[in-house]
């Protein structure tokens, strides 16, 4: 039996497995990147049938009511992205061992906090990040770096927050 400490902010949580390891790789590559894209072209691009157009009523008024359902959907799929993301890049400050424990503990309001940690270019008192100095910056380059994206830098402009950085981390955890 394994287990690996971690934190969530400054809350210590434990998990015990056969293999830790294992289970963490296999959550890993089980994450389905490509699942916001098809879930937003499925909403911008699903017909409706004639049942379902009669049952919205007019044209018009169906018309209106399909933009506002993907309107609706598109924001709840942004926000779910982002609070992914955000659990993501967590989950490699803190418990880069235990993702799968980090998602299966993690609240709404650690992942709040968490982006206002890398808003602020810090990371949690508790962390596993050593060596390079922590910025949001630095973190985003490595991730899209490593992803060998064309638009490199314009995507990391895109999701980097501007402003003046605080000072680097200094403590682990």
């Given at each position: ?34 699942l ?41 799929l ?7 993301l ?24 650690d ?63």
């Open positions: 039996m394994a287990s690996i400490p971690f934190c969530i902010i400054e809350k210590p949580y434990m998990i015990w497995a056969a293999d830790v390891r294992a289970d963490n790789e296999h959550f890993l590559t089980r994450l389905d990147a490509d916001y894209y098809r879930v937003a072209h499925n909403i911008i691009g699903a017909p409706q049938s004639d049942n379902e157009a009669n049952q919205a009523g007019s044209d018009e008024d169906g018309d209106d009511q399909d933009r506002k359902d993907v309107s609706t959907l598109s924001r709840l942004w926000h779910h992205g982002m609070e992914t955000v659990m993501l890049l967590g989950a490699y400050i803190q418990a880069p061992s235990a993702v799968h424990a980090y998602f299966l503990k993690s609240k709404t309001e992942a709040v906090q968490m982006a206002g940690f890398l808003s602020r270019d810090e990371c949690p008192k508790y962390h596993r990040l050593e060596g390079t100095p922590f910025s949001l910056i630095n973190l985003l380059n490595g991730i899209h770096r490593r992803a060998g994206w064309q638009q490199h830098d314009t995507i990391v402009e895109r999701f980097a927050v501007s402003g003046a950085a605080a000072p680097p981390c200094g403590r682990k955890g």
